[in-house]
């Protein structure tokens, strides 16, 4: 066989294969596109629900959902949805399934299903000024900023200001009442954060020793910074010189009187007019 010949035995091989598999694939399509769509009724948001709703008959609606595409924990009747609380933010549309409901016939909070695995949620008191005049709302992240005193120094100059944590997450926000000094209640802001469980040890010293500050981050900005911390000193742009402790503080330096050995003498013999003589002189 020439090299022409086995060249267009080839091709018309592989125009034959191509074909067969053309005819083949128009025909599974031609037979999907007849098979009849069957559709089953499935509860759905019917507006946006934010976390924490409970939900009514005005906020479920059932929508078409393909038979064999059903999730799992699905609800073809609303009914048994009303009264039922839900666990995350639902956009409208969205469908209402089991794992999206707080259980039935429990005691605990909503907060309980909210915190991510191996989390913890720790609940802080702040001021406005603290809580960035109330730009903080659940799902914002921040920065926590201690202020502290320096250990062994009663001069506020001495205290220091440094981020601890970095991009936390809020999951709540609201407000406590405390008693006031006199027995009048007060209101307390309070926000609840998502830490891990090393967070939360810092974020409690925190709390005990020294003032909190939060930083609002923008949504997207999930990079860690490393800082130095801040003093009195380093804001007024001073050269900052560490304070001496009292171990290394140098002692007065006194004098001392050291008596010193008298000087070496030495004798010669002198020979003067035949008489002899024995004088001494002092060494330098």
Known sequence: MTRPSAMTTVTIVALLLGGVATILAHSYLKKQTGKP????????????????????TTQVKLSTWPKDALPVGGYTDPKPLVG??????????????????????????????????????????????????GFITPNSRVD??????????????DNI?????????????????????GGKPGVVP????DVTPEEAEKLVVGTKKGSLQLL???????????????????ALGAVETPPRSVATRRAPVRARVVALPPPAKFQMEVIKGGAKSLREFAQD
Request: proline share 6%.
């Open 37 to 56: 769509f069957e559709g089953v009724p499935i509860a759905s948001a019917a507006v946006d629900l934010p976390l924490g709703s409970k939900l009514d």
């Open 216 to 234: 609002l981050r923008n949504v997207i900005d999930i990079a860690s910074v490393d800082t130095k911390g801040a003093t009195v000193s380093k």
């Open 190 to 193: 309070t926000v609840t954060l």
């Open 161 to 181: 200001s440094k981020i601890i944590l970095q991009n936390v997450p809020v999951l709540a926000t609201g407000q406590v009442t405390e008693q006031k000094e």
């Open 144 to 157: 926590i900023l201690l202020t502290i005193p320096r250990p062994g120094s009663t001069n506020e100059r």
């Open 84 to 133: 039922r609380v839900v666990v995350r933010p639902l956009s409208a549309g969205d469908l209402i399934t089991e794992n999206k409901l707080m259980p039935l016939n429990t005691s605990g909070g909503i907060m309980t299903y909210i915190v991510p695995e191996g989390h913890r949620a720790v609940t802080v008191a702040v001021n406005e000024v603290a809580g960035v005049a």
